[in-house]
């Protein structure tokens, strides 16, 4: 084994030029992989407590008896989507609403009755709030007796959700495209330097080596091209959240918030060891002895 | 031990081989000679799986190489020692790595590598040039190389195409008492040359390939 590291290694210092290029191409195509990563993990940071926030408005029909709000409370808390139940009274809606439109609340002036319903804000479990659910649920709680309406953002509900698969796909698809590309680098790189070698490979061959022991160096260049592209993809996205966090935060302040995946540090090379080694694999396929 | 039954050889419409019989026993020392074209390196040749024979079969130390598959063919080859007539030697390895290549293939342990490649180096009186590179050595270096990394690795079989085509007459002596040295400890050897002077007087078989026919057998 260390026979086939040697090898390897005399052969990347050798074609430093070839490599190197490769290197640089694999390193900023991992570069792309990991801005994809970068935006999809803060988006999912971002998007993640959003749910937190979606609340539904169940309003009561008026003059409802103490005792049948107290029904419909023991209802709704029973339910395994809810998360939170807040009551708001019809005082502390009007209380509320006052506050809200704070210097033209004369508005209200002249009111002899309180128009404002009572009302449940019920906030749904994370794993609810999605369009189908909550439409679901709305429709269930609106059948219950002593409620008038229920109202909800489906906008938002759905919105959420399509930005999220949407962002997820998109990041999918170039992944799996960089990757792609990943691949056929190393695989193209692997290839020439196969062929520049084919003359020692003959020679391997009929002194008997095996097919693994042919393989094993140009896999591990394969590899070593790809880990250290994998290091310069990681070293380029470092810089980049540097240069965002500390620099354009002064200009634009959400910057600031914005998370480096710590787990980069460890995937991206790794990803590119992988990667460069599927390449190399492809490009020397089948060994005729 | 070496058999060959009935062995024919084409290359496109061209007969290289015609239907070989040879045996030669374990142990054995002989040569191959005639003149050039008369397919004696296509017979080693068919010894190792460079070529195919198309008729035929062909019995190396119980390998029956007619019905060997792919994946044994390193085997047989890690079992034979070959000189090869354009040496093969890697450029970009130094000559104690091209030597120790033949080591390193096997399996062997790096310590042990170091040892026996040292003194195959020796053997050829070459050790001196371990850190040298092939192209910096003439023929008759080269071609001493080729011979050490045939022998290090003490196969059963050593095949020598033209092992002193190279040599001046005083190296190619000192090569063939090596490969008797060899033989002496029971490898196989079977040498192919065109030059007499190798074998006269050494008592062992040679066999007289003309044409791509046995045509002859004689004790040198």
Same mark, same amino acid.
């Given at each position: 084994?260390?026979?086939?590291?040697?090898?390897?290694?005399?052969?990347?210092?050798?074609?430093?030029?070839?490599?190197?290029?490769?290197?640089?191409?694999?390193?900023?195509?991992?570069?792309?992989?990991?801005?994809?990563?970068?935006?999809?993990?803060?988006?999912?940071?971002?998007?993640?407590?959003?749910?937190?926030?979606?609340?539904?408005?169940?309003?009561?029909?008026?003059?409802?008896?103490?005792?049948?709000?107290?029904?419909?409370?023991?209802?709704?808390?029973?339910?395994?989507?809810?998360?939170?139940?807040?009551?708001?009274?019809?005082?502390?809606?009007?209380?509320?609403?006052?506050?809200?439109?704070?210097?033209?609340?004369?508005?209200?002036?002249?009111?002899?009755?309180?128009?404002?319903?009572?009302?449940?804000?019920?906030?749904?479990?994370?794993?609810?709030?999605?369009?189908?659910?909550?439409?679901?649920?709305?429709?269930?709680?609106?059948?219950?007796?002593?409620?008038?309406?229920?109202?909800?953002?489906?906008?938002?509900?759905?919105?959420?959700?399509?930005?999220?698969?949407?962002?997820?796909?998109?990041?999918?698809?170039?992944?799996?495209?960089?990757?792609?590309?990943?691949?056929?680098?190393?695989?193209?790189?692997?290839?020439?330097?196969?062929?520049?070698?084919?003359?020692?490979?003959?020679?391997?061959?009929?002194?008997?080596?095996?097919?693994?022991?042919?393989?094993?160096?140009?896999?591990?260049?394969?590899? &070593?091209?790809? %880990?250290? *592209?994998?290091? !310069? +993809?990681? =070293? #380029?996205?470092?810089?980049?959240?540097?240069?965002?966090?500390?620099?354009?935060?002064?200009?634009?302040?959400?910057?600031?918030?914005?998370?480096?995946?710590?787990?980069?540090?460890? &995937?991206?090379? %790794?990803? *590119?060891?992988? !990667? +460069?080694? =599927? #390449?190399?694999?492809?490009?020397?396929?089948?060994?005729?002895? | 031990?070496?058999?060959?039954?009935?062995?024919?050889?084409?290359?496109?419409?061209?007969?290289?081989?015609?239907?070989?019989?040879?045996?030669?026993?374990?142990?054995?020392?002989?040569?191959?000679?005639?003149?050039?074209?008369?397919?004696?390196?296509?017979?080693?040749?068919?010894?190792?799986?460079?070529?195919?024979?198309?008729?035929?079969?062909?019995?190396?130390?119980?390998?029956?190489?007619?019905?060997?598959?792919?994946?044994?063919?390193?085997?047989?080859?890690?079992?034979?020692?070959?000189?090869?007539?354009?040496?093969?030697?890697?450029?970009?390895?130094?000559?104690?790595?091209?030597?120790?290549?033949?080591?390193?293939?096997?399996?062997?342990?790096?310590?042990?590598?170091?040892?026996?490649?040292?003194?195959?180096?020796?053997?050829?009186?070459?050790?001196?040039?371990?850190?040298?590179?092939?192209?910096?050595?003439?023929?008759?270096?080269?071609?001493?190389?080729?011979?050490?990394?045939?022998?290090?690795?003490?196969?059963?079989?050593?095949?020598?195409?033209?092992?002193?085509?190279?040599?001046?007459?005083?190296?190619?002596?000192?090569?063939?008492?090596?490969?008797?040295?060899?033989?002496?400890?029971?490898?196989?050897?079977?040498?192919?040359?065109?030059?007499?002077?190798?074998?006269?007087?050494?008592?062992?078989?040679?066999?007289?390939?003309?044409?791509?026919?046995?045509?002859?057998?004689?004790?040198?």
């Amino acid at each position: 084994m260390s026979y086939s590291f040697k090898v390897a290694f005399k052969s990347l210092y050798r074609e430093k030029w070839i490599n190197l290029l490769s290197i640089f191409t694999v390193g900023s195509s991992l570069l792309i992989i990991t801005l994809t990563v970068f935006f999809l993990y803060n988006l999912e940071l971002i998007t993640g407590h959003l749910p937190e926030r979606f609340s539904m408005m169940i309003y009561l029909k008026d003059n409802l008896a103490q005792e049948e709000v107290q029904n419909v409370l023991s209802t709704l808390r029973k339910r395994p989507d809810v998360a939170k139940l807040k009551y708001i009274s019809k005082d502390e809606a009007l209380k509320e609403l006052k506050e809200t439109l704070h210097d033209t609340n004369y508005i209200l002036e002249g009111l002899d009755d309180n128009p404002l319903a009572a009302s449940f804000e019920m906030r749904l479990k994370k794993d609810f709030v999605n369009a189908a659910s909550a439409a679901k649920i709305a429709g269930e709680i609106k059948k219950m007796p002593g409620i008038d309406s229920v109202y909800y953002g489906e906008k938002i509900a759905e919105a959420i959700n399509l930005l999220k698969r949407s962002v997820e796909n998109i990041s999918l698809i170039i992944f799996l495209t960089i990757a792609l590309g990943v691949v056929f680098v190393t695989y193209s790189t692997v290839k020439i330097l196969f062929y520049r070698r084919k003359e020692e490979i003959e020679i391997l061959k009929l002194l008997g080596a095996t097919g693994g022991f042919i393989r094993a160096p140009f896999l591990i260049e394969g590899g &070593a091209i790809g %880990l250290m *592209g994998g290091v !310069l +993809g990681t =070293i #380029g996205a470092f810089a980049f959240y540097i240069a965002v966090t500390y620099r354009l935060s002064i200009v634009i302040p959400i910057l600031k918030t914005l998370v480096f995946p710590p787990g980069l540090l460890i &995937a991206l090379p %790794l990803t *590119g060891i992988i !990667l +460069g080694i =599927i #390449g190399s694999a492809i490009a020397i396929g089948r060994l005729r002895l | 031990m070496i058999i060959f039954q009935n062995v024919s050889k084409y290359y496109d419409f061209h007969t290289v081989l015609r239907n070989i019989n040879i045996s030669i026993q374990k142990g054995e020392m002989a040569f191959l000679t005639g003149p050039s074209g008369a397919g004696k390196s296509t017979l080693l040749k068919l010894m190792y799986m460079a070529e195919i024979p198309d008729e035929g079969n062909i019995l190396i130390e119980d390998l029956d190489i007619g019905s060997m598959k792919m994946s044994q063919i390193p085997l047989l080859r890690r079992n034979i020692g070959v000189v090869f007539q354009d040496f093969k030697l890697i450029r970009n390895l130094n000559i104690f790595d091209n030597v120790a290549l033949a080591l390193r293939i096997r399996g062997v342990a790096e310590k042990e590598t170091k040892a026996l490649t040292s003194e195959a180096l020796k053997k050829v009186n070459l050790r001196h040039l371990a850190d040298s590179y092939p192209k910096s050595l003439s023929g008759g270096e080269q071609q001493r190389i080729s011979i050490a990394r045939a022998i290090v690795a003490e196969p059963l079989v050593l095949l020598a195409d033209e092992p002193t085509g190279n040599l001046d007459p005083g190296t190619a002596l000192d090569i063939i008492r090596l490969f008797r040295d060899l033989n002496s400890q029971g490898t196989t050897i079977m040498i192919a040359t065109h030059n007499r002077e190798l074998f006269r007087g050494t008592g062992k078989r040679v066999l007289k390939l003309d044409g791509g026919s046995l045509v002859g057998e004689e004790l040198g």
